[in-house]
């Protein structure tokens, strides 16, 4: 790297100016720590994502009622499509991680892929607005509803998978540049820095109230094609947020292909299965700390859990070759991504909720009287704003109040750790469940009281604000688990696979919105076997989906046991700032940022990076 030792204006800048984390700028040289990163860069990355979340939730939002509405879809068809989509949505962010940090870097991945996503936008407005191309339109007395082409049909969902395809650059990798503007081995920086992930979901569920109440009731209102037009108009001044940003951000050197690396370390453990690993740690393969400190990564020194891995780093023989020998750090890496594979299975049954807000419960709202006041009603889709309103009350109490008052009590900056925030996100999963049970069992009897069981289209006298409850609890939980979960995958991953570890997180909704699209089939035809009434149709009147929430109820309450044990097994990573944290370490790493050599390296204190509890 290129020294940068005077500033614009001719005087000579002090080595106190770079950031000590090994950030750079888009060239590649070191960054100054007053000019570029923390809140500074952030307030353009939030402003992206204000507009963006705009431009997704205008369409996931009310997505269930377009497929029933006009591709006349049915209930099952239309939530399993909802959810398989939304599923290809959360995945994607793993390939889209990948190749950030193998191949194009975070910055540049985002870009390129910010460009599909307003490509898959433009053709869903083209496919709502074209006559062509939208399907024919159904009038309100007809019982049986023209379908749409073929053409039609695939045009749109089209449209749907190429946006699919351009998220899964942009999610993984937005909020971990976020996140990369603030220098850990600068204090202020490092507590700004703990509340970055609180404010960033603030500004995400910002975005999606105002696409759940406008966007919405525009596309109920006046028509699709000015309800999707207004938010791809928004995701394109989002990407003009975000680019007139470049100049203050901060950027880390990519890390190679992290699936490789991990797959090296296996690799080497299984085929050295019969090697014994060595008492003294010292003794196991690993580089000098200025092999890492010129690449601004960070030497892992080696820890007691999963020792069979610690075979891969043992030296057997002179052969050399990655697929035999790795380093300690590459295997401490490896341990890391390992250790959080049970915490991420714990999340699958949480996103099978979070599925059930975009279809299920919208469905039950436009069985209810939505009436307010003799000339308004409220949109269904503009229901899952009030778990938006929700969240971001409780993320502000949960910031500015509850934090505080834990850190009396803990000591922690962060007041409780970030699995006690997710685990009391967990508990009100089979509270949430168990409500929303009891709510649908109200409203099925006030429906038989009236004799509306065989009218599909019939409105229970009954207010929609009886399902305030069950938005509510989600929103509240949101703001604990959810942002806890973010925090969680970003943080406890290495240094230099944390876009992947992002990845993790969006990846688990992905999964859980699959579950959900197969868990509803499976319940709709089974429980609809040997002459039964399923308890899914498409006459929700007719329905009991009270019995497949109180199923989902049951399935949060064994996945909070679950993840009571992996996270009481869990063991925290040592933070990288504190094991790097003697004036000579932020020295030496310091001066590797700035120059291509140094010769002081040898006299880094390179404290041990151990896992410790927090």
């Given amino acids: 790297m290129v020294s940068r030792e005077f500033t614009e204006g001719g005087s000579m800048e002090s080595q106190e100016g770079f950031t000590m984390d090994g950030t750079v700028d888009l060239k590649g040289r070191p960054v100054l720590r007053s000019k570029t990163g923390k809140w500074k860069a952030c307030s353009f990355l939030v402003g992206y994502e204000i507009f963006e979340r705009m431009a997704f939730y205008g369409i996931a939002s009310n997505l269930v009622n377009y497929l029933t509405s006009k591709l006349h879809e ?139 109440t406008f966007l919405i009731y525009i596309q109920e209102d006046i028509g699709f094609p000015v309800g999707y037009g ?23 050197l990519q890390k190679g292909n992290p699936f490789g690396r991990i797959a090296q370390v296996i690799v080497a453990a299984v085929r050295k299965w019969r090697v014994k690993v060595p008492a003294n740690a010292e003794e196991l393969y690993e580089l000098e700390p200025k092999a890492y400190l010129a690449k601004g990564r960070f030497p892992i020194s080696n820890t007691p859990i999963l020792r069979f891995l610690d075979k891969a780093a043992t030296k057997d023989s002179t052969i050399s070759s990655p697929w035999r020998l790795c380093t300690v750090t590459q295997v401490e890496e490896a341990k890391l991504m390992i250790k959080l594979l049970p915490i991420w299975v714990a999340m699958f049954i949480p996103s099978t909720l979070v599925a059930q807000v975009n279809t299920l419960f919208i469905k039950q709202g436009n069985t209810l009287k939505r009436n307010m006041g003799p000339h308004f009603e409220i949109p269904s889709g503009s229901l899952t704003a009030f778990v938006t309103m929700s969240m971001l009350v409780s993320i502000v109490i949960y910031e500015r ?33 168990a409500v929303a049970a009891i709510t649908e069992q109200q409203r099925i009897k006030i429906v038989k009281e009236h004799g509306l069981e065989g009218h599909p289209k019939a409105v229970a006298p009954l207010t929609v604000f009886i399902l305030l409850p069950q938005f509510i609890l989600m929103g509240i939980r949101d703001a604990f688990l959810e942002v806890g979960k973010l925090e969680f995958f970003y943080d406890q991953s290495p240094e230099s696979m944390q876009s992947i570890g992002t990845s993790l997180f969006a990846s688990t909704l992905g999964v859980g919105n699959f579950i959900s699209a197969s868990l509803l089939t499976t319940v709709a035809d089974i429980t609809g076997k040997k002459g039964h009434t399923s308890w899914i149709l498409d006459n929700l009147n007719a329905s009991r989906i009270y019995y497949y929430y109180a199923l989902l109820a049951v399935l949060s309450f064994l996945n909070l046991i679950f993840f009571l044990v992996v996270s009481w097994l869990y063991v925290y990573k040592r933070e990288t700032s504190e094991a790097f944290g003697s004036s000579h370490g932020r020295n030496a790493i310091q001066r590797e940022n700035q120059q291509q050599s140094c010769t002081d390296v040898d006299n880094v204190n390179v404290t041990s990076m151990e896992l410790v509890p927090k």
């Avoid at 991680?97 to 910055?107: K, L, M, N, P, S």
């Avoid at 108009?233 to 680019?243: A, D, E, Q, T, Y």
């Avoid at 109040?401 to 007041?415: E, M, S």
Wanted: hydrophobic share 50%.
């Fill in 401 to 433: 109040i509850l934090v505080k008052l834990f850190r009396k009590f803990t000591g922690n900056p962060r007041g409780i750790t970030i699995l006690q925030r997710m685990g009391i996100g967990l508990v009100m999963d089979v509270i949430l469940m």
């Fill in 74 to 212: 049915g209930t099952v068809t239309s939530s399993r499509n909802v959810n398989n989509w939304t599923g290809a949505i959360w995945i994607t962010p793993i390939f889209g991680a990948y190749i950030a940090d193998t191949h194009w870097g975070r910055y540049w991945t985002f870009t390129i892929f910010s460009f599909i996503y307003i490509l898959g936008m433009a053709i869903l407005t083209l496919a709502v607005s074209v006559p062509s191309l939208k399907p024919p339109t159904c009038a309100k007395d007809v019982s049986v509803c023209p379908k749409a082409s073929t053409f039609q049909v695939g045009i749109f969902y089209f449209g749907l998978y190429v946006l699919a395809v351009g998220t899964g650059g942009t999610k993984p990798n937005i909020s971990t540049i976020g996140a990369d503007q603030f220098d850990e081995f600068e204090p202020k920086e490092r507590v700004q820095k703990v509340s970055f992930f609180n404010w960033w979901m603030f500004s995400v569920f910002l975005g999606s109230l105002f696409a759940q």
């Fill in 230 to 252: 207004v938010p791809t108009l928004g995701l394109i001044i989002s990407v003009v947020i975000f680019l007139v940003g470049t100049p203050v951000y901060r950027h880390k």
